[in-house]
């Protein structure tokens, strides 16, 4: 039982590249989350998924794209990499509910020159 | 909104030390309310949660009270350990809804020294 796991931990793009950070779990969650953790931000969610097939908005959304083809995968996507995307980025997943605990992977760092 | 203000930090203590790191919320409804850890280079972990007010969460030495009345659940600890030295964070989470998110504080560096 692996859990949470995030690919790559650690990327360098060029401004105006694009990547895709995937996030997998093997807990059977239905919701999934990105996450980007700033200094002294705290977290911020940037989208979510309730289920497979379907993904929201959070909080900072914009310059990502998410999907959610299969339960367990969660993809983030940066179409075009601007330095403002520097960052950590997190993602976890939880059941469905209020019994839904939060369970997050170890992280990709991400910079963008 | 919801928001969640944390003590800033850094906070550093001596071994065997008391450790209180303030948290306040402001929210609608009834939320729920986590502290979560994030060791040196590791994702984050939860540490503990309380569920409704007067409601004490612990775990691993550290306990929070939910008050209701005050807004607060601080995070408390009698004696610290050079091996709790991480990143603490303060969340929350509403009641109802349908995406159960987390509004996490900026986080509060905690170095314990031998």
């Known amino acids: 039982n692996a859990g949470v796991t995030q690919t790559p931990k650690f990327r360098v793009l060029k401004t105006g590249q694009s990547m895709t950070l995937l996030c997998a779990q093997d807990m059977n969650h239905e919701y999934m989350y990105w996450y980007r953790q700033d200094p002294g931000m705290g977290l911020r969610l940037i989208h979510y998924s309730v289920g497979e097939g379907t993904t929201a908005k959070g909080e900072v959304p914009d310059g990502y794209n998410v999907s959610r083809l299969k339960k367990q995968n969660f993809l983030l996507g940066l179409e ?23 369970y997050f992977g170890p992280g990709t760092r991400l910079l963008v020159l | 909104g919801n928001s969640v203000t944390q003590m800033e930090g850094p906070v550093t203590l001596s071994e065997e030390a ?12 009834y939320p729920s309310l986590f502290w979560y850890v994030q060791y040196p280079g590791e994702g984050l972990q939860l540490l503990l949660k309380a569920t409704k007010a007067d409601d004490k969460g612990s775990n691993k030495g550290f306990e929070a009270t939910y008050r209701k009345e005050t807004t607060s659940f601080h995070l408390e600890k009698g004696s610290v350990q050079v091996s709790d030295s991480a990143v ?25 020294n031998p």
């Open chain 2, 88 to 112: 603490y964070f303060c969340a929350l989470r509403n009641s109802g809804g349908s995406n159960y998110k987390l509004t996490f504080g900026k986080g509060t560096l905690l170095t314990v």
């Open chain 2, 18 to 29: 008391f450790l209180t790191i303030n948290c306040t919320y402001t929210a609608t409804g």
């Open chain 1, 80 to 102: 075009s990499a601007a330095p403002s995307q520097t960052s950590v980025y997190f993602c976890a997943s939880s059941y469905q509910g209020e019994r839904g605990t939060q």
